[in-house]
């Protein structure tokens, strides 16, 4: 089995300045439901991807706080939309990153 490197940044609240916080291996990344948006007088579209990371005590500050936080892959920045520890039984949880630009 391959694993696929991405990063967790964190943005700091006071300069808004975004720095790397985990490096981590995804053991799967699927395509998600994109979603679109009319900005600038013309439909956007934003790509989703579902991220299956391994749970680690670190991630536990993503799950609260979503919106400070967002995923780089591939040279692509994903902000994350969702956080799901199926039942908190923390073996993998499943990040749903959708990226803008």
């Keep these: 089995m391959s694993y696929i490197p991405l990063t967790i940044q ?17 053991s799967q990344v699927n395509k998600a439901p994109a ?3 009319f900005g600038a007088g013309a439909d956007q579209y934003h790509p989703r991807l579902t ?3 391994p749970w680690c ?11 400070l ?19 908190e039984q923390h073996i993998d ?6 990226a803008y630009g």
């Design 10 to 26: 964190k943005m700091d609240p006071d300069t808004e300045e975004w720095t790397d916080h985990l490096h981590l291996h995804a």
């Design 35 to 37: 979603t679109e948006s």
């Design 51 to 53: 991220f299956t990371v």
């Design 57 to 67: 005590r670190a991630l536990e500050d993503v799950a609260y706080s979503t919106q």
């Design 69 to 87: 936080h967002r995923i780089v892959y591939r040279g692509r920045t994903y902000n994350i939309k969702d956080y799901d520890d199926f039942m």
């Design 93 to 98: 949880v499943k990040l749903v990153g959708e």
